[in-house]
Every structure is written in C-alpha cells, then in structure tokens.
C-alpha cells in the first residue's frame, strides 16, 4: 500500500506570515495533486505536477515536485484568512491500476486575521 | 455547469436499514470513485467504477455495494449499515485528461446509530 504522509497535520499563523506543508512517500508517484478543502464542501483541485523538480506557481502559492517523484510541498505566501482550510495532497500509481488516487490525511491550515 | 451532485446531503438512519445515496455527474467522465473521510484517517477510496458495468474494490469496501448501469450515476449502497459507517461520505469523478482532475461532490454526512 502506497502511504503519503502530510506535515505538519495541523497549522495556525497569523495573516501576513509564510509557511510550507509537506507531503512525502517512500513510494514513487506518477503525477500527484494538491487539493484544497472547505468545510462543508469536497475537495477542489488546485495543481497537479508531473515531472521531477517541476515547479508551479498559482498566485501566492509555490508547488514543488521532488526529484526523485517521491514527494512534494507547497509554500504560501504572505497567507491570508480565505488559505483557511485543508489542504491534501494526492498521488497518482506509477503501476498497476492508474485509475487511483492515494491522499493523505491533509493539513489543517488556520490563517488568523 | 459541470458538477458533482449526491444525495441526500445529510442522513440520520438505523442499524441494519438499507440505505443508497446516489451519486451523479454531468461531464460525460468515464471514472467514478467513492470516499469516505474520518478525523484522522483522511479520505479513503470505498469503490471505484472504470466505466459502465465495470467496477473494483478500494482500500475500504467491506459492507458497501456500488453499480454502474449508467455513466452519469454511480450509487452507493448500505445494506445493513453499522454504527462504523457513520461517516462523510464523498463521491468524485474524472475523465481521461492528463491532469486527471479529479471533481467532488459536495458530500453526503451519515449517521448510523
């Protein structure tokens, strides 16, 4: 079973301040996905990176892929209230049955005003 | 607009009385999947469908029954649910893009007393 394990499970900062969420396997990964998520409502996509070392940027929010396919993170920027949620990354099988997604159990992100 | 749509959206029931919660999306996707998600153990795959009439087991099936006689909807079933199936129930769904952009629903809160 291929395990992605987040880090740090749960975040709080004040709005202004910078931080990084890590998500990391022992197992290699095709592609993988960043979602977000609100209270009361699914998961939303944000990126998906696919190559090694590959880097994305979405506004204030950096992804990175590891070298190696193995793991990711996802820097903020100068956070604000409305980064408030979960955040959960998920990888795609690099063998057998491509048609799942493996998540991990997600960070709580709190952006305090 | 492309979404989702499950229902119902919260549901209080019984030990052992069967239950569907339906599970519909409009995007033509080939891929449908079920998840339920607990505090602490994140989202977990229950069933996932490939395409009509084909379906496989995720990592948590025991005690749930999916079909898929049509493309747009994947149901759900409980036939005799238990009180460790009270759970957040989420039902997602992607096509063959490269991005495998995986859509949610909004999810369904059971509780089985």
């Known amino acids: 079973t291929q395990l992605l394990e987040q880090s740090p499970q749960f975040l709080s900062i004040q709005e202004g301040e910078n931080l990084t969420v890590y998500c990391n396997s022992s197992?290699?990964?095709?592609?993988l996905q960043w979602y977000r998520q609100e209270p009361g409502e699914g998961p939303v996509l944000l990126v998906t990176?696919?190559?090694?070392?590959e880097v994305k940027k979405l506004k204030r929010l950096t992804f990175q892929f590891g070298d190696a396919r193995k793991d990711s993170s996802l820097h903020i920027t100068a956070a604000q209230p409305g980064d408030t949620g979960l955040y959960l990354c998920a990888g795609l099988n690099s063998g057998g049955s491509n048609y799942k997604l493996t998540f991990g159990k997600g960070t709580l992100l709190t952006v305090n005003p | 607009e492309a979404q989702v749509t499950q229902n119902p959206r919260y549901l209080i029931t019984v030990t052992g009385k069967k239950l569907t919660v339906t599970c519909s999306q409009n995007?033509?996707?080939?891929?449908m999947s079920w998840y339920r998600q607990d505090p602490g153990l994140g989202l977990r795959q229950i069933y996932y469908s490939m395409n009509v009439e084909v379906t496989d087991k995720g990592d948590v099936p025991e005690g749930y029954k999916v079909s898929r006689k049509e493309k747009r909807n994947f149901p759900l079933i409980l036939e005799s649910p238990s009180p460790n199936q009270t759970s957040l129930y989420f039902c997602?769904?992607?096509?063959?893009?490269?991005?495998?952009?995986?859509?949610f629903g909004p999810g369904t809160r059971l509780t089985v007393t």
């Open positions: 995007m033509n996707h080939e891929y």
């Open positions: 197992s290699v990964f095709s592609s």
């Open positions: 997602a769904s992607r096509g063959v893009s490269f991005g495998y952009e995986q859509y």
């Open positions: 990176v696919v190559t090694g070392g």
